[in-house]
T-cell receptor, first 113, second 113 residues
Framework: ETGVTQTPRHLVMGMTNKKSLKCEQHLGHNAMYWYKQSAKKPLELMFVYSLEERVENNSVPSRFSPECPNSSHLFLHLHTLQPEDSALYLC????????????FGPGTRLTVT | AQSVAQPEDQVNVAEGNPLTVKCTYSVSGNPYLFWYVQYPNRGLQFLLKYITGDNLVKGSYGFEAEFNKSQTSFHLKKPSALVSDSALYFCAVRDKYGNKLVFGAGTILRVKS
């Protein structure tokens, strides 16, 4: 459980606010991921970073802005969000050459009011 | 494109009875298949995987899954359910290029005493 940590665990923000989600992994991995989890929908992969370089961006709105300063840290900067962006945001990490061996953090429950 | 389908939104089982959570897949090439579990307010945890070898794969917490190529299925099973098994279960497949996982919508498992 402590391999991948996420802060904050819960966040309530207005549509005009700017906030950031933080993810940190202590597993020595070199790939990190952001997912969005909404009720009764498949997990949506948002961003993939490999060796601190963004390798995938699945048509995510620009109000979500990722940042990966090093292989252990991943941020998701949020601004001018919409109520439909309310969801659980999950971070994961893996070895770069074994993307299927992902370890997940506990998630940040985001509510946009 | 690689995909998995979980046909049941929810499965209800009495404690002590066997359980099955269904997953079917559609892939080009050899499938890499996975099961993850998500307990309330937690991130996803890896349960088991099939890459090659025996069709019956054993994983964590007494779970197993049977790979069936002719039926393109990878159902999760446990001989005797526990109340503590109640959670959200995700089936996943490695994408064609190997750099990400594609998840199903998830199945809620409720085990009642």
């Amino acid at each position: 459980e402590t391999g991948v940590t996420q802060t904050p665990r819960h966040l309530v923000m207005g549509m005009t606010n700017k906030k950031s989600l933080k993810c940190e992994q202590h597993l020595g991995h070199n790939a990190m991921y952001w997912y969005k989890q909404s009720a009764k929908k498949p997990l949506e992969l948002m961003f993939v970073y490999s060796l601190e370089e963004r390798v995938e961006n699945n048509s995510v709105p620009s109000r979500f802005s990722p940042e990966c300063p090093n292989s252990s840290h991943l941020f998701l900067h949020l601004h001018t969000l919409q109520p439909e962006d309310s969801a659980l945001y999950l971070c994961a990490s893996s070895p770069r050459d074994r993307a299927y061996e992902q370890y997940f953090g506990p998630g940040t429950r985001l509510t946009v009011t | 494109a690689q995909s998995v389908a979980q046909p049941e939104d929810q499965v209800n089982v009495a404690e002590g009875n066997p359980l099955t959570v269904k997953c079917t897949y559609s892939v080009s090439g050899n499938p890499y298949l996975f099961w993850y579990v998500q307990y309330p307010n937690r991130g996803l945890q890896f349960l088991l995987k099939y890459i090659t070898g025996d069709n019956l794969v054993k994983g964590s917490y007494g779970f197993e899954a049977e790979f069936n190529k002719s039926q393109t299925s990878f159902h999760l099973k446990k001989p005797s359910a526990l109340v503590s098994d109640s959670a959200l279960y995700f089936c996943a497949v490695r994408d064609k290029y190997g750099n990400k996982l594609v998840f199903g919508a998830g199945t809620i498992l409720r085990v009642k005493s």
